[in-house]
Structure formats: structure tokens, C-alpha cells
């Protein structure tokens, strides 16, 4: 499934991406818990069961190959509204808590 329309106008200027403004606009707000974990499980590309800063950094990459990289100021940002317990990393839970929420 390709996202490039969210990329065209959408997405704002560096540091200034809101991924809960994001999962909004491409929709994923309104799947399934499963769906979403789904998600999750492409966006943790080494498979650890957490995504963490370094995966973030490129987390509009994984959906659509063209988009710029989060700036550190965003993917900092990111992780700490979806870094429930400050293990410094996203889990699954945590990941689903925030897109759902």
C-alpha cells in the first residue's frame, strides 16, 4: 500500500512531524489491534519486538521510500509520547496504545 499522497503537501517541514496527526491521516487509527500490530512488526525491522530510536529515525521510509528521515528533535519526541515505561524503546502494547488512542 502506497502513502505517497500523505507526502505531497501532508507532511510538514523538519521537526514538525506529529505521528499521532500521522496515523490519523493514513488511516491506521481506525484497524484492528492486529492490524496495527502488524504494522508494528514491519516497522521493527531487526525483529527485536521494540522499535527503537535508530528504526524510528527512518519510520516514514517504511511507508513510502521517497519521504525524508525524522530529525532527531522528532524521533526523540516520538519515542518519548510513546514510551510508556522509559525503557527507552517502543514496544508492541505501547505502539498499539498510541496509534488507538
Known amino acids: 500500500m ?10 510538514p517541514a523538519p521537526d514538525s512531524f506529529n505521528p499521532r496527526k500521522f496515523f490519523q491521516l493514513c488511516g491506521l487509527t481506525k484497524k484492528s489491534p ?9 516497522l521493527d525491522n531487526d525483529a527485536s519486538g521494540f522499535i527503537e530510536e535508530e528504526e524510528l529515525k527512518f519510520f516514514l521510509q517504511r511507508f513510502s521510500a521517497g519521504a525524508r528521515v525524522l530529525t532527531d528533535k522528532e524521533t526523540k519526541a516520538f519515542l518519548s ?18 496509534v488507538l488512542s
Not at 3 to 11: E, I, V
Open 2 to 11: 502506497s502513502f505517497n499522497w500523505l507526502f505531497h503537501g501532508l507532511l
Open 34 to 42: 492486529q492490524e496495527v500490530k502488524n504494522v508494528f512488526n514491519i
Open 81 to 98: 509520547a510513546a514510551d510508556d515505561d522509559s525503557d527507552g524503546k517502543i514496544g508492541v502494547d505501547e505502539f498499539q496504545a498510541m
